[in-house]
């Protein structure tokens, strides 16, 4: 669908936020907190970002972008290239960072640019008259979007800042805040690789399914390798349950890549693991999971093919 850029703000050092409304000024379909859009950018780029208003709002969606100079190229596109006024194309929202919003209470952690579904939850919850508290990371004030919102109103009581500036030393002491899990308390984080992996470390002990992350970013991508995820080694084949055409997965190619090499048609977008668009059933194989995504329970017969792989010398099937 098409939406028309409202309103682009500077919200932080090198983060704009832009307000996205329809063209005809009525309502856009519902989403709900932690739910993600794919933008349609200039030069055919596609890339997901998180809305961050509150979910109750149906007039308008709100995406925060930090401008990445050493990125991939999408955030220097909506930075440089995208104005007030222009259409851009958007998909309907998706989410894989669905909030239970029936628990006691809730532990929100959201480092740099990972504000952005955070945000959402946390509006959400003061909607619903949870019980939360939000620690926002950033390296310094002037980089923390939204500050000035989250230190007022009904946020002000809920959310701790903290800056440390750049440094490891620094950093939120993720020990002494996840060292007890209390009964009912579900976790929700969001932010840069290493903050992701502390806060996983840290919270080990917590029960499963209180535990629930985003990755803010694409994974790092291998060297040498084609596609925008990186590939574990090893080759395998993939066999077409419709049509018993089998496809050879070299080591250094994605599923996605072979399978369009042999003729097959495969939907992605970011190809890096984190939306979602190239999600197929699986009848049988040995997957090795390499996406961000994907539940326990969706692993068991769904699989990522722009990213994940199967076990080498073995066979997959796949459900198309
Ligand atoms: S294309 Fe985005 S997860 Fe595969």
Redesign the pocket.
Known sequence: MHVIVNQISRIAQDINALELVHPAGIDLPAFQAGAHIDIHLPDGYIRQYSLCNNPDERHRYQIAVLHERTGRGGSTRIHEKIQEGDTVEISEPRNHFILDEGADRYLLIAGGIGITPIKAMAERLHSIGANYTMYYCAQRPERAAFREKLSSGHFRDRVVFHYDEGSRENQLDLQSILKQHQPGTQLYFCGPHGLIKAINENAQHWPKGTVHYELFGAPTVSQGMTGA?SVAAGSFSVQISSTGQIVEIPAHQSI?ESLRSAGVECE????????????TRYLSGEVDHQ?L?LSEADRQDQI????SRAKPGSMLVLDI
Do not use: M, P
């Not at 992605?268 to 999600?279: F, K």
């Not at 990522?304 to 990213?307: A, F, G, K, P, T």
């Open positions: 995820a996605v992605t977008s970011c190809e890096a693991g984190v939306c979602g668009t190239c999600q996406d995504i990522l093919i722009c990213c």
